[in-house]
Nanobody, 120 residues
């Protein structure tokens, strides 16, 4: 099994920055891709960013050029650097770890979520 523990959520003013962290443990050899989703009140969970084992990244259009996902394979940690935050970025952010079978990814684990609130 894979376990994920997130940290870094906070209250920040519009235009500010935050860095979220997610540390993986357990059967980390199963992990191919790591990513972040978010869920705002009353809305469906949406994918924010993903990064594969070879470093390929993918971002939601709403966060491109503002958010950066990265991973430290030595420490089994994935980061989400969030700059120029907007009120619409307010959500609970969840990290996830995915395995891969052929061209398909499947979720191994979810983190517990960390609250990001952007407000003046």
């Amino acid at each position: 099994q894979v376990q994920l523990v997130e940290s870094g959520g906070d209250l920040v003013q519009p235009g500010g920055s935050l860095r979220l962290s997610c540390a993986a443990s357990g059967s980390i050899f199963k992990i191919n891709r790591l990513g972040w989703d978010r869920q705002a009140p009353g809305k469906q969970r949406e994918s924010v960013a993903t990064i594969t084992s070879d470093g390929s990244t993918n971002y939601a259009d709403s966060v491109k050029d503002r958010f950066t996902i990265s991973r430290d394979n030595t420490n089994n940690t994935v980061y989400l650097q969030m700059n120029n935050l907007k009120p619409e970025d307010t959500a609970v952010y969840f990290c996830h770890a995915d395995g891969r079978s052929g061209n398909y990814y499947y979720t191994l684990a979810w983190g517990q979520g960390t609250q990001v609130t952007v407000s003046s």
